[in-house]
């Protein structure tokens, strides 16, 4: 065995952002005009995702009302226009943590960062037309992070939400292929650490692209199938789960 160096050193930094993806979400206001803020905190299995939102968040708001909303997924040429909606939210009055942190309110999302809104098919928040992915999704369950800290219980929610449809660029879409992405056109927005950053080329040959894609397909494809355009079903079923109040209002 080659002999290993180990220079590691124990820290402790304020986050542990080691690099994910930038999304765009858009949600609807109580007013009924749309609401699009950037996160980072997301990960996929399947077609669904895991979404870290402030409680306190116009979004997390928002999710919690209506149950449904649409990932709009920025490429790496779309740094400046993410980074136009940064440090400003939805909410009015701005929540004391964000205030602290410096964000303002502002009510028109979509103008400020120069996007255009365009109608989803399943869910009432529009997409980004300028963001080369839009998954529509409404909300499976939530989770109030950090049930051991009565401190910061419920601080921090964690939406499970299921997508309904997945609309991508052409320039993206593999050729020759009706439903797969090229890795090697898509170039994913990351933020790491708070700063933005763009994929390089890949860097070695991975074994599980070897498997097809299509052995991975689950059950919510064709229960996405037959979710048909207007009011989804998912918000009709977020409405009734608890009737009279909003789910972990």
């Known amino acids: ?16 952002y080691f690099g994910t993806p930038v999304v765009l979400i858009s949600t609807l206001n109580e007013d009924g005009t749309p ?27 928002n ?3 209506t149950g449904e909303c649409v990932l709009n997924l920025p490429s790496e040429a779309l740094a400046g226009t993410v980074d136009r909606l940064a440090l400003t939210t939805g909410a009015d009055p701005v929540p004391a943590g964000k205030r602290a942190r410096g964000y303002r309110y502002e009510p028109d999302k979509f103008h400020l ?7 989803a098919e399943t869910v009432s928040p529009p997409r980004v037309a300028e963001c080369q992915v839009h998954l529509e999704a409404v909300v499976a369950g939530v989770h109030r992070m950090a049930a051991d800290d009565p401190a910061q219980h419920g601080r921090v929610l964690v939406f499970e939400v ?21 890795p090697d056109a ?27 894609e299509r052995l991975y397909r689950g059950p919510d494809i064709d229960r996405a199938r037959a979710v048909m355009g207007g009011r ?12 009279g109040e909003e789910p972990l209002g």
């Open 1 to 16: 065995m080659h002999e290993v160096s180990i220079d590691h050193t124990r820290i402790e930094p304020g986050i542990l």
């Open 35 to 61: 609401n699009l803020a950037p996160m980072s905190s997301a990960f996929w299995l399947g077609w669904r995702a895991m979404l870290g939102l402030g409680a306190t968040s116009q979004t997390s708001r």
């Open 63 to 65: 999710l919690l009302r």
């Open 113 to 119: 960062a120069g996007v255009t809104p365009i109608a």
């Open 162 to 182: 299921r997508v309904q449809r997945v609309y991508v660029d052409e320039g993206i879409r593999m050729k020759g292929s009706d439903d797969h992405i090229d």
């Open 186 to 212: 898509w170039r994913p927005l990351i933020m790491s650490f708070q700063k933005f950053y763009g994929l390089g080329p890949q860097v070695h040959p991975s074994r599980l692209a070897g498997i097809p």
């Open 232 to 243: 989804s079903e998912g918000q009709r079923e977020w409405e009734s789960a608890l009737p």
